[in-house]
């Protein structure tokens, strides 16, 4: 019986690299973790209106998404740390002519203002969502968080998390491009 107890760290090991290795291939056919799914896919945006954060600028409705051109809604705010990662890239977005709605997701509308400010505005309409409710409307796990808007006004894709550069390359560019055709 003793001799058998030597052999439990080895059924452990094999056991937890034989998972490893099946989930390795799942990843590799495309079963990724990163993606959640969402029963907001293919439906129609939720109704809201919310107002401007930076004067001069137009807040975020409903009745502006699906005006024939494909466009992101970005849930983002000045206190995320994930969304300093993302605001490059979305400023990038932005350069290229991509559209983007932003909405300040449960902040202080000076805070929001500030950082926008300081690290730069890349949507072309900014609003304050202060009580959350048009995010649990949406489904939002948390900030930042990305859809992608057809020209109908249909979500058709979720990024949960900051957007990485891969996955602009490899899922919001091409889905972008398809859509837009």
């Given at each position: 019986?003793r001799r ?9 090991f094999?056991?937890?690299a034989?998972?490893?290795?099946v989930r390795l ?6 079963d990724t973790?990163?993606?959640l799914?969402s ?7 939720p109704d809201?209106d ?6 001069g ?7 502006g998404?699906?005006?024939?051109k494909?466009q992101l809604v970005?849930?983002?705010?000045s206190w995320c ?8 890239l979305l400023?990038?977005m932005?350069?290229q002519g ?5 909405i ?12 926008l400010a300081r690290e730069?505005?890349p ?11 048009t995010?649990?409307d949406f ?5 930042p968080?990305?859809?992608v808007i ?5 979500i058709?894709y979720?990024?949960?998390g ?5 996955d602009l390359?490899n899922r919001?560019l091409?889905?972008i491009k398809e859509?837009?055709?």
């Open positions: 019986m058998l107890m030597f052999l439990i760290p080895l059924v452990l094999l056991g937890l034989g998972w490893f290795g291939k799942q990843m590799d056919r495309g973790p990163d993606i799914p029963v907001m896919i293919d439906k129609p945006v809201f919310l107002p401007p954060l930076v004067d600028q137009p807040g975020v409705a409903s009745t998404l699906g005006n024939g494909v970005n849930f983002w705010a740390a994930p969304c300093r990662v993302e605001h490059p400023l990038n932005a350069g991509i559209d983007i709605r932003g300040d997701y449960k902040d202080k509308a000076a805070d929001g203002q500030a950082w730069g505005n949507f072309s309409a900014v609003a304050m969502d202060y009580d959350g409710r995010a649990i489904g939002v796990y948390g900030v968080e990305t859809y057809d020209r109908q006004g249909r058709r979720r990024q949960v900051p957007i990485t550069p891969q390359q919001i091409p889905l859509l837009s055709k």
